[in-house]
């Protein structure tokens, strides 16, 4: 069975520009989370689908937004980069057992 | 909303030693409680879980025990590897639909000394 997966694995941009980051989760699970882990920092919630739908979202400004495609996968977009946006950008899936996250790799945002 | 501390943030344990790392939270509503560890470079795994109807459990070397009274919970880990080395990250969830939202403590660095 595939697990998670997410695109790109780095993405470099400079300040102002959009990221779009890419997440796909485990098959026949229909939440997706999406959680920023800056250097040296912990995991910070950012927002979470569930059959398409955003149901709840961390503390995070609106340039920070998303969305799910029916067929499970999620989008993540930044817009206007800001330089402390660079981070470690994880999404994960919910598995059938309420509560356990299947993780991706992540995708490395850097911005200059 | 829901606020977890995670103590110590750095911990060094002799191979063979027991590791204990505490976290408490702050909504008593919060009822679901993973533990999750992530080795350098990786992506964060869940290692145990507990719920708020049982007060510890067990998987081979890791244990995970749970206060209600007090808002703590704690991950046990004896006869330490270096494999263990990693940092560790305790969470909590409050029972809306679910656990749509984990709010993660700041993570404990754990190095195991050969």
């Known amino acids: 069975e595939a697990g998670v997966t997410q695109s790109p694995t780095h993405l470099i941009k400079t300040r102002g520009q959009q990221a779009t980051l890419r997440c796909s989760p485990i098959?026949?699970?229909?939440?997706v989370y999406w959680y920023q882990q800056a250097l040296g920092l912990g995991l910070q919630f950012l927002l979470w689908?569930?059959?398409?739908?955003?149901?709840n979202r961390g503390n995070f400004p609106p340039r920070f937004s998303g969305r799910q495609f029916p067929n499970y996968s999620s989008e993540l977009n930044v817009n206007a980069l800001e330089l402390e946006d660079s981070a470690l950008y994880l999404c994960?899936?919910?598995?059938?057992?309420?509560?356990?996250?299947?993780f991706g790799p992540g995708t490395r945002l850097t911005v200059t | 909303g829901e606020n977890v501390e995670q103590h110590p943030s750095t911990l060094s344990v002799q191979e063979g030693d027991s590791a204990v790392i505490k976290c408490t939270y702050s909504?008593?509503?919060?009822?679901?409680f993973p533990w999750y560890k992530q080795e350098l470079g990786k992506r964060p795994q869940l290692i145990i879980d507990?719920?708020?109807?049982?007060g510890e459990k067990k998987d081979q070397r890791i244990a995970v025990t749970l206060n209600k009274t007090a808002k703590h919970f704690s991950l046990h880990i004896t006869e330490t590897q270096p494999e263990d080395s990693a940092v560790y990250f305790c969470a909590a969830s409050l029972p809306n639909f679910g656990n749509e939202k984990l709010t993660f403590g700041t993570g404990t660095r754990l190095t195991i000394i050969p």
């Open positions: 689908y569930d059959e398409g739908e955003e149901r």
């Open positions: 098959s026949g699970h229909t939440s």
């Open positions: 909504d008593s509503a919060s009822n679901y």
């Open positions: 507990i719920r708020s109807n049982v």
């Open positions: 994960a899936g919910l598995a059938g057992g309420p509560g356990e996250q299947y």
